[in-house]
């Protein structure tokens, strides 16, 4: 798989992905091959992939795999969210970038690229959102604020267990965001397919889905969730998460995690933890929202 296959399909629909996911979600070895992996299947559905990053201090919305790979062999890239992502850049050109200016994008600011660039759809594995303990202690992802700003449609397995899902949702609600499952009734939480809590609509083909998203995105100029869960095979037993979820949380409030620093944390613990299990769950939820994305993309028609 080249990256010239995909950029050079100019008249395709374009479908934008996140480089946080790949720089900080997953161990460092495995982002090249993720990202070859997941522009293959976009490619395969006739569509072509956008990867969003910072780079040298410039927001690019169609990063090439030589640059992705110059960004894994630099120092680590900042993951970047709608308040910082100035701020990197601005740091880079004045010289004093301890990131040497390279920003991975979060949800909300592969949004914010993708809505410039015109690209209408993007696949992720999951929303950022309103973590534990709300009531005491204030930490909501930009990501949410996002789809109050940019018109686009974002494949998601719902938001991580590692957050409160059913405030999340609820925070969905109050923003005024559509929330649509698709094949499904239930709004998923990352590695299990019934997050506990509802979705606005379902729907069950990509064709019609395309049309509401196109539709809704019109009247709006907002961004719309695509819930889609795990793969039933794939989904992990939520007793034996919960578990490995304790002690991860423990492992990070050791470390002294804190903000956005949180949730890349966690992840890394659980997948240790876990054996691998919550990596590989990641990684099929991961392709199966992008093939979705695709999919959509495809069917909306529009470069
Ligand atoms: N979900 C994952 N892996 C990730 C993230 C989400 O499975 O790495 C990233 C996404 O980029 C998301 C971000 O936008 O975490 C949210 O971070 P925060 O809670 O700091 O806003
Ligand atoms: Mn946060």
Known sequence: ???NTATWAYNRPRVALETTLLLHGVPPEQALPMYDDLAAIVTAAGAQPRAMAVLDGRPISDLSRCQLQAMLAGPSASKINTS????????????????????????????????MAGIRVFATGGLGGV?????????????????????VAVVTSGCKSILDVQATREMLETLGVPVIGY???????????????????????????????????????????????????????????AGWLAQAEAEAAAKGAMGRAVTPAVLGALHRLSGGATLRA??????????VAAEVAVAIGEP
């Open 183 to 241: 094949r499904t009734d239930s709004f998923p939480a990352f590695y299990t397919r019934d997050g506990g809590c509802g979705v606005d609509a379902k729907f069950d083909d990509a064709a019609t889905l395309a049309t509401f998203v196109r539709h809704e995105m019109a009247r709006t100029c907002r961004g719309v969730v695509i819930a889609n869960p795990i793969p039933e095979a794939d989904e992990i037993d939520p007793v034996k998460f």
């Open 131 to 151: 973590h534990k303990g709300y009531g005491t202690h204030w930490d909501v992802s930009a990501d949410l604020y996002a789809f109050t700003r940019f018109p």
């Open 1 to 3: 798989m080249s990256q």
């Open 84 to 115: 910082s992502m100035g701020v990197v850049a601005d740091a880079w050109w004045r010289g004093s970038s301890p990131s040497r200016g390279h920003g991975a994008t979060t949800v909300s600011t592969t949004m914010e690229m993708a809505a």
């Open 282 to 291: 990641n990684i099929a939820l991961v392709r199966h929202n992008v093939a």
